[in-house]
């Protein structure tokens, strides 16, 4: 067995063993500590006694040592030097050492030259004073920097072949304090190897906490590399999120891990230093900035009113209704059909109890009756229509289920809002009911003709108290349940394959609570009538998604985790669009969002197609479902179906 091995096992055994001590108790530390003073009275002794030094003194060695360490003691107690956990001490251990050793010091000088002065004894030599202060002080400080690099050498060295080396990306205050936590934290999980200083002020040879200070005169990739390591933790808080995208970008692409951390301020548990770092989320690299409320025109029209979410318990419902909440509604009447995640969300939400009223109804909003009893009870002001059957395939091979809950269910509710008085009506719908090429998409289609139309026929009317109904209309939505994202994270944990239906499909994305926002800002701006767009930014190549994501997971794409490219699903195109080809933009004063002009139908002509899909859909085929929804909405073109020989 070589020397390295045995240093090896060695190391090991030593680490194993010390690892398992216990934080030792306060007095043993203090008996320590005294017995450190003592060892330095013998050092002073033994060095007075070898220059000679002839010295009378009213009492005898003994006693004036015994005088020396209780009031070395006297002030370790004062001061708490025994305090502190040895293995951990920092520079204030350090100050309060000093401390009482000088405040020991001075007062034996004290009662010493009082003694002279008033008594004429003299009981020590000053001299010798002075050498017991200096010794006890070093040897105190020396025994914890000991002790304390002890444990660092041989508590880290077992976990040295886990630890990724990681470079820090800033050299402020955050920077280092981000270092500080890494570097003192149990067990660790970086190995910190050097900053990374992006205003290129320092020379190469300044260094912080023996690390040293690179400048960012190459790209970040190549300093990485040549320093061996694995990771960046970006740590620099003036970065602006085009750069910190452009680091991202960089490193994801040359296939190093790369780490976020926020303000040290704003960290909720200063002892769990890594969980406060994180992988950048693929939402955090949408190249668009975040949708700005309109909080004050919100919260004036939601404020002290009766709010009905319906398919609340979903994705998109439960994040109204966490929004809805902070604009302080009088009630909030959650309804939806799923009867455990109602319950959850019930729970999450009950400490709002005490400040607003939550209801929740268990109830299908195709159940005209069930739906009824909930506005003659209630009686909401205000109604966001989110529950909807949603997934594409599923609505191909069921085209009934989607008119009984998409349109149906869009038909009650819009029915009951304008029969109870409903101040707004907000229709959640999908940029996949333009130029529908699925069954899916064109039941939300449907559903949009049928509210615009119903709100021009109000608008019309001689009735008083008119319902204004809004449509709001965006892509897909990262996290939400079923989305792409959650997808491609369960099979990467799975190790892949990552499954992609086309390599050229591209989509639109938003953040749940970026999409939930719209909703609450269309139905403060809307009017009645309108169609309200997302400004979504540039659409996002799927292939180029699944890419990030492994590469944001750690692993190398095509190699570790493979892309398998499966066929376009029933109803699914390459290329979802936001307007009609026929349909025009108007701006709004939030420049993120748009009003899309779409011609619209009268509410006569929609509503008796519109009855007789309902009761076609009841009693009729799958192709006689379809083909009245095709005449319904002409643009309705199915693709990758078999529904296309309608078409024909």
Same mark, same amino acid.
């Given at each position: 067995?070589?020397?390295?091995?045995?240093?090896?096992?060695?190391?090991?055994?030593?680490?194993? %063993?010390?690892?398992?001590?216990?934080?030792?108790?306060?007095?043993?530390?203090?008996?320590?500590?005294?017995?450190?003073?003592?060892?330095?009275?013998?050092?002073?002794?033994?060095? #007075?006694?070898?220059?000679?030094?002839?010295?009378?003194?009213?009492?005898?060695?003994? =006693? %004036?040592?015994?005088?020396?360490?209780?009031?070395?003691?006297?002030?370790?107690?004062?001061?708490?030097?025994?305090?502190?956990?040895?293995?951990?001490?920092?520079?204030?251990?350090?100050? /309060?050492?000093?401390?009482?050793?000088?405040?020991?010091?001075?007062?034996?000088?004290?009662?010493?030259?009082?003694?002279?002065?008033?008594?004429?004894?003299?009981?020590?030599?000053?001299?010798?004073?002075?050498?017991?202060?200096?010794?006890?002080?070093?040897?105190? =400080?020396?025994? $914890?920097?000991?002790?304390?690099?002890?444990?660092?050498?041989? #508590?880290?060295?077992?976990?040295?072949?886990?630890?990724?080396?990681?470079?820090?990306?800033?050299?402020?205050?955050?920077?280092?304090?981000?270092?500080?936590?890494?570097?003192?934290? /149990?067990?660790?999980?970086?190995?910190?190897?050097?900053?990374?200083?992006?205003?290129?002020?320092?020379?190469?040879?300044?260094?912080?906490?023996?690390?040293?200070?690179?400048?960012?005169?190459?790209?970040?990739?190549?300093?990485?590399?040549?320093?061996?390591?694995?990771?960046?933790?970006?740590?620099?808080?003036?970065?602006?999120?085009?750069?910190?995208?452009?680091?991202?970008?960089?490193?994801?692409?040359?296939?190093?891990?790369?780490?976020?951390?926020?303000?040290?301020?704003?960290? &909720?548990?200063?002892?769990?230093?890594?969980?406060?770092?994180?992988?950048?989320?693929?939402?955090?690299?949408?190249?668009?900035?975040?949708? #700005?409320?309109?909080?004050?025109?919100?919260?004036?029209?939601?404020?002290?009113?009766?709010?009905?979410?319906?398919? *609340?318990? *979903?994705?998109?419902?439960?994040?109204?209704? $966490?929004?809805?909440?902070?604009?302080?509604?009088? +009630?909030?009447?959650?309804?939806?059909?799923?009867?455990?995640?109602?319950?959850?969300?019930?729970?999450?939400?009950?400490?709002?109890?005490?400040?607003?009223?939550? $209801?929740?109804?268990?109830?299908?909003? +195709?159940?005209?009756?069930?739906?009824?009893?909930?506005? !003659?009870?209630?009686?909401?002001?205000?109604?966001?229509?989110?529950?909807?059957?949603?997934?594409?395939?599923?609505?191909?091979?069921?085209?009934?289920?989607?008119?009984?809950?998409?349109?149906?269910?869009?038909?009650?509710?819009?029915? #009951?809002?304008? /029969?109870?008085?409903?101040? +707004?009506?907000?229709?959640?719908?999908?940029?996949?009911?333009?130029?529908?090429?699925?069954?899916?998409?064109?039941?939300?289609?449907?559903?949009?003709?049928?509210?615009?139309?119903?709100?021009?026929?109000?608008?019309?009317?001689?009735? @008083?108290?008119?319902?204004?109904?809004?449509?709001?209309? =965006?892509?897909?939505?990262?996290?939400?349940?079923?989305?792409?994202?959650?997808?491609?994270?369960?099979?990467?944990?799975?190790?892949?394959?990552?499954?992609?239906?086309?390599?050229?499909?591209? $989509?639109?994305?938003?953040?749940?609570?970026?999409?939930?926002?719209?909703?609450?800002?269309?139905?403060?701006? *809307?009017?009645?009538?309108?169609?309200?767009?997302?400004?979504?930014?540039?659409?996002?190549?799927?292939?180029?998604?699944?890419?990030?994501?492994?590469?944001?997971?750690?692993?190398?794409?095509?190699?570790?985790?493979?892309?398998?490219?499966?066929?376009?699903?029933?109803?699914?195109?390459?290329?979802?669009?936001?307007?009609?080809?026929?349909?025009?933009?108007?701006?709004?004063?939030? @420049?993120?969002?748009?009003?899309?002009?779409?011609?619209?139908?009268?509410?006569? &002509?929609?509503?008796?197609?519109?009855?007789?899909?309902?009761?076609?859909?009841?009693?009729?085929?799958?192709?006689?479902?379809?083909?009245?929804?095709? !005449?319904?909405?002409?643009?309705?073109?199915?693709?990758?179906?078999?529904?296309?020989?309608?078409?024909?």
């Amino acid at each position: 067995m070589g020397n390295s091995t045995f240093s090896e096992i060695k190391n090991n055994v030593i680490s194993k %063993r010390f690892s398992n001590i216990g934080y030792l108790p306060r007095w043993i530390i203090f008996a320590i500590d005294v017995f450190i003073v003592i060892t330095a009275i013998i050092v002073t002794y033994v060095i #007075l006694d070898s220059l000679s030094v002839i010295y009378t003194s009213q009492l005898e060695r003994p =006693f %004036r040592a015994g005088i020396i360490i209780l009031v070395n003691a006297m002030f370790f107690l004062f001061y708490r030097t025994y305090s502190g956990i040895i293995r951990h001490s920092t520079f204030i251990d350090g100050v /309060k050492l000093l401390v009482a050793t000088t405040s020991s010091y001075l007062f034996l000088l004290t009662v010493n030259y009082s003694l002279v002065f008033f008594f004429k004894i003299k009981i020590f030599l000053s001299t010798s004073l002075f050498i017991t202060y200096v010794i006890s002080f070093l040897l105190l =400080f020396l025994f $914890r920097i000991l002790v304390k690099n002890f444990f660092e050498k041989y #508590l880290q060295s077992d976990d040295k072949v886990k630890l990724v080396k990681a470079v820090i990306y800033g050299a402020d205050a955050n920077a280092i304090s981000v270092a500080n936590a890494l570097r003192t934290e /149990k067990p660790s999980r970086f190995k910190l190897v050097a900053f990374i200083d992006k205003y290129k002020k320092v020379k190469t040879s300044k260094s912080i906490l023996n690390l040293p200070i690179i400048n960012q005169s190459k790209k970040v990739h190549v300093i990485l590399r040549s320093l061996g390591a694995e990771a960046l933790i970006i740590a620099e808080k003036s970065l602006s999120k085009e750069e910190t995208i452009a680091l991202v970008e960089e490193c994801l692409e040359y296939n190093f891990k790369v780490f976020t951390v926020p303000l040290i301020t704003d960290w &909720e548990d200063q002892k769990q230093i890594s969980n406060q770092l994180k992988n950048f989320a693929i939402e955090d690299l949408l190249e668009r900035k975040p949708i #700005l409320l309109d909080n004050h025109g919100i919260s004036s029209q939601i404020k002290g009113k009766t709010v009905l979410i319906t398919g *609340g318990a *979903g994705s998109i419902g439960s994040e109204i209704v $966490r929004q809805v909440i902070n604009f302080e509604p009088h +009630k909030i009447v959650i309804l939806d059909q799923a009867e455990s995640p109602l319950h959850n969300l019930k729970l999450e939400i009950s400490e709002f109890a005490d400040k607003i009223k939550i $209801r929740t109804v268990l109830a299908d909003v +195709k159940d005209f009756v069930a739906v009824e009893n909930v506005f !003659k009870k209630f009686k909401p002001d205000f109604v966001y229509h989110a529950a909807a059957y949603k997934h594409v395939p599923l609505m191909e091979e069921n085209p009934s289920q989607a008119v009984f809950t998409n349109v149906i269910g869009t038909k009650n509710l819009a029915d #009951l809002s304008s /029969k109870y008085l409903v101040e +707004k009506f907000v229709l959640i719908s999908t940029d996949k009911a333009v130029n529908p090429s699925s069954v899916m998409g064109a039941s939300k289609r449907i559903a949009e003709k049928y509210v615009q139309s119903l709100n021009f026929y109000l608008a019309n009317s001689k009735r @008083e108290n008119k319902t204004k109904f809004i449509t709001t209309r =965006f892509g897909n939505v990262l996290g939400s349940n079923g989305s792409i994202v959650p997808l491609f994270t369960k099979q990467i944990q799975e190790g892949g394959p990552l499954t992609i239906t086309h390599p050229e499909i591209i $989509r639109y994305f938003m953040t749940i609570p970026e999409a939930c926002q719209l909703v609450l800002e269309a139905g403060a701006m *809307g009017q009645g009538g309108e169609i309200y767009i997302f400004d979504m930014g540039k659409p996002v190549k799927i292939i180029d998604l699944a890419n990030k994501m492994i590469r944001l997971a750690g692993f190398i794409p095509d190699k570790e985790i493979k892309i398998k490219i499966i066929g376009l699903r029933p109803g699914e195109k390459l290329y979802e669009e936001l307007l009609n080809d026929t349909s025009k933009t108007l701006p709004t004063h939030n @420049e993120k969002i748009l009003i899309g002009q779409d011609n619209f139908d009268k509410f006569e &002509e929609v509503d008796i197609l519109v009855n007789e899909l309902i009761a076609t859909s009841k009693k009729a085929s799958n192709d006689e479902i379809v083909g009245l929804m095709k !005449k319904i909405v002409p643009e309705f073109k199915s693709m990758n179906s078999i529904f296309e020989t309608l078409d024909a």
